[in-house]
């Protein structure tokens, strides 16, 4: 059972080895000022383009579109995909209105993280947010949100502090900063922002590229919600 169980381990984590970086899907910024309601209403995964594979700029090498692939949210919504037949890798193209390894969009994400900051504590936050599971599913759910963005606008305010004039790493400061209330659309689409070194929702860094370097990663993933109501 032990032996199972550290296989099943050893194929999920991403190895620096070639297999591993030919089967790997890649995520790419896809710039757009569309919401996530227009993005679906315009259909804006059949306007994508991408004119040449990242890994082969030179051609050759059997790029090609791959169809899309669906998200839970919002309703209706697909994610463009084009594929490299040389390096086996698939690359899809992302617009800035939805997350990153969470369904749904951004905004909805910040608006989380906004009413966490404005609530009196994390728990009040998620019982209002959440109130159709249990409280400890509702925190999970609520976390999983909060704690990568904070991660993200701490190291962004940190690393470009000219950029943002002193302003605190939370969405409500960082929008009087901005002058907008989209913020992490805007931290997105920031000109010198390295997507592939941020975590998600907001950026593509991976979780594993992060947790295969720890010597003890987390013991267990979130679990599912659990709803409220009789058994």
């Known amino acids: 059972m032990l032996r199972a169980r550290a296989l099943k381990l050893q194929k999920r984590k991403w190895s620096a080895t070639v297999g591993a970086v030919q089967t790997r899907p890649v995520q790419i910024r896809l710039a757009t ?8 209403t315009e259909e804006g995964w059949r306007k994508a383009s991408l004119k040449s594979c990242p890994n082969h700029p030179e051609g050759g090498c059997g790029f090609a579109r791959h169809g899309t692939y669906p998200r839970v949210e919002p309703p209706g919504v697909k994610v463009a995909r084009w594929y490299c037949a040389r390096s086996q890798m698939t690359f899809s193209l992302l617009p800035d209105c939805l997350a990153v390894r969470l369904s749904g969009s951004l905004h909805e994400v910040e608006q989380v993280v906004v009413a966490v900051e404005l609530g009196t504590s994390i728990e009040a936050a998620a019982a209002k947010l959440r109130p159709d599971i249990t409280l400890p599913s509702a925190l999970r759910w609520t976390r999983r949100r909060i704690v ?12 470009f502090p000219l950029d943002f004039a002193g302003a605190h790493p939370t969405v409500l400061d960082l929008r009087r900063c901005l002058g907008r209330p989209d913020v992490l ?8 922002m390295q997507l592939s070194h941020v975590s998600y929702p ?29 058994r």
């Not at 860094?205 to 013991?219: A, K």
């Open 185 to 192: 659309v805007a931290l997105r689409g920031h000109e010198r």
């Open 33 to 40: 000022t569309n919401t996530s309601e227009t993005y679906v």
């Open 202 to 230: 907001l950026g593509f860094c991976h979780p594993t590229d992060r947790r295969d370097q720890r010597p003890n990663p987390s013991q267990h993933e979130t679990g599912p919600d659990t709803r409220v109501g009789p």
């Open 148 to 159: 990568p963005v904070r991660a993200a606008m701490l190291a962004i305010v940190t690393l």
